[in-house]
């Protein structure tokens, strides 16, 4: 039976949408990335001391003292954690996504409720987005808006806006008939039965709806960092790649304290359902509070157009404009980003920023830009299939900030070689070359399954895996384990010795995907027995020096690795001081 080209029929959607529409998306880039702005800057304008201060206010016009307290206690750990900036970069994109979907999702709600065609339509939509892995939302969001905060908002849009739709939908539905024919028989108009009878009883719902919705965005900050959008999500994503437990735990805490203001703030904005809302205020009163709190909001936040202008913008620099003085990097954790940093220093790039997402979003924006025959600098490394599929080069490194050329080492758990033998003389044997990778890389590029790729790959290269096997004694079974980061070469090297293991050697092989601080920290507790993915001497140097004592290393699988800055061939640049 024929396989279904889904795959195809979404990357030609995909590609037809980016060519069709790119001007409508660029105005929805311009006018979020504008609003998360806004929001960051008007957050970051007052005192954190200020702030502080306004959201325990707040927090007592809204709640009570607990509710206070908390607001007050929590904020006050932010800022001596020292994630003031981050949090607040976080608040501005989880309030932007808060409104798009509120903006979008109560309207509808609303046609839900009053169309069972639109209900019919809308219904499915929904259940899609809610069941759908929110990664997959990242690649597409990159395509059509670059990387930053504004795909991070529309991946966080799409994942969190189901819960308006539906709870606004199930508010009105649930308004009792009775008063719904009351109002009609007053001769009330469509909108005047919408606005002053159903909406006011079906607001505690549409608020719980609303509620859930900040919360799902909150929860997506993480992964929305693996595309570019800074904030706290970043740093819990780099403590995870590095494994350094006690910041995670430090990052995540501050996600938790975000979390319950947000949730009770939502909470307390309308009542409880049958509960009559008290308040301190008369209405008059409100009116003025609300026009004088919108006023220092408004003013406030638009000051942040006129003042602290990015030094940049007047540089003069023809390559930083181009590339509007950013460096497409991949994610936080890696040795690579370290090197990078460590350019930026070297090479005195003061203006430059180093935006931090995953290697897929990296390759996705270079694809996009070498389509459109723009200027991109990303971090680069070789082996890596783009380099065999696209005409790129290495920006020089005078100062040699990445080092010298890299090798890729196999690394083992201590008393492997004592308790699989066999399988210890094959991964010490184990060595191809960047060419022999390309061949593999590139299929498992053009759509070829990893697994069958190194089945067609030892096939045509049985000289070299009958030198890997050589006179060694097949295995009965044995269970062995090899852990790999998802990174294109590492992906080829670690299905090619997994499939020589299982089917030359006898051994029953699983092989896991983690990141690089798990990676490492699997093989030196012996819960791993190898990897193939250490690159040295700057890469992993971090984690090397870590667990050299905890693990064997047996050798080279790979010489002439390579990482640094990366353009297109099409650029006219040659050196990393050429971006002076």
């Not at 206070?68 to 976080?90: C, E, H, K, P, R």
């Not at 935006?355 to 082996?383: C, F, H, Q, R, Y």
């Amino acid at each position: 039976m024929p396989k279904l080209p889904i795959a195809e029929w979404t990357d030609a959607a995909v590609n037809w949408l980016n060519d069709s529409l790119s001007g409508f998306f660029g105005v929805i880039s311009t006018i979020i990335e504008s609003v998360v702005g806004f929001f960051s800057g008007l957050f970051m304008l007052p005192h954190p001391f200020l702030f502080i201060i306004i959201f325990g206010v707040l927090a007592y016009l809204l709640g009570k003292w607990k509710l206070t307290a908390f607001t007050v206690i929590g904020f006050l750990l932010i800022y001596n954690l020292g994630y003031w900036t981050q949090s607040m970069d976080t608040l501005g994109l989880v309030v932007t996504s808060g409104i798009v979907s509120v903006v979008i999702g109560v309207p509808l709600g609303i046609l839900s409720a009053y169309s069972r065609s639109v209900e019919r339509v809308v219904t499915p939509i929904l259940d899609l987005m809610q069941t759908m892995p929110a990664f997959v939302y990242l690649l597409p969001a990159v395509t059509f808006f670059s990387l930053g905060v504004v795909p991070g908002v529309i991946a966080s849009v799409i994942f969190s806006i189901p819960p308006t739709i539906r709870m606004t939908h199930l508010g009105i539905r649930q308004v009792s008939t009775e008063l719904v024919e009351a109002a009609d028989a007053f001769g009330s108009t469509s909108a005047q039965k919408l606005f002053k009878v159903q909406l006011p009883l079906a607001m505690p719902t549409l608020m719980s709806g609303v509620n859930q919705t900040i919360m799902l965005s909150l929860s997506m900050v993480v992964i929305a960092s693996m595309i570019g959008a800074q904030g706290i999500g970043a740093e819990v994503y780099r403590a995870v790649g590095q494994l350094q437990i006690g910041k995670g735990f430090e990052a995540g805490l501050v996600v938790v304290v975000l979390a319950i203001v947000l949730d009770r703030f939502s909470q307390n904005l309308v009542g409880k359902p049958g509960k009559k809302k008290s308040t301190r205020f008369t209405s008059k009163q409100r009116i003025w509070m609300i026009s004088a709190a919108t006023a220092i909001v408004l003013i406030a936040g638009f000051s942040q157009y006129f003042v602290g202008n990015n030094a940049a913008d007047g540089a003069g620099n023809a390559v930083g404009q181009e590339v509007n003085y950013q460096i497409v990097g991949i994610d936080p954790g890696a040795g690579i980003m370290t090197s990078t940093k460590q350019a930026l220093e070297d090479y005195d790039l003061t203006d430059w920023t180093l935006v931090e997402g995953s290697s897929s979003a990296m390759t996705a924006m270079l694809e996009k830009a070498l389509k459109n025959e723009d200027p991109i600098i990303i971090t680069g490394w070789t082996p890596h299939w783009m380099f065999n599929k696209y005409d790129l080069k290495f920006l020089e490194d005078p100062l040699k900030s990445y080092g010298e050329a890299e090798e890729i080492r196999t690394i083992v758990r201590k008393g492997l070689k004592e308790d699989h033998p066999t399988a210890y003389e094959f991964l010490d044997r184990f060595n191809w070359t960047a060419e022999e990778m390309a061949e593999m890389m590139i299929a498992i590029q053009d759509g070829a399954d990893p697994q069958q790729a190194a089945k067609e790959w030892a096939e045509a290269h049985k000289d070299k895996v009958a030198e890997w096997t050589e006179g060694l004694r097949s295995s009965n079974g044995e269970t062995l384990k090899l852990s790999y980061v998802s990174w294109d070469s590492e992906i080829a090297s670690t299905n090619l010795a997994e499939y020589v293991l299982e089917n030359e050697l006898g051994y029953n092989v699983t092989s896991l995907q983690v990141e690089m601080g798990p990676m490492w920290t699997g093989v030196a507790a012996g819960d791993v027995d190898a990897t193939l993915a250490a690159w040295m001497p700057v890469t992993s140097a971090a984690y090397y020096d870590r667990y050299i004592d905890k693990v064997e290393d047996v050798g080279v699988n790979m010489e002439g690795a390579r990482t640094g800055l990366t353009v297109p061939a099409y650029m006219d640049i040659d050196s990393i001081e050429d971006l002076k």
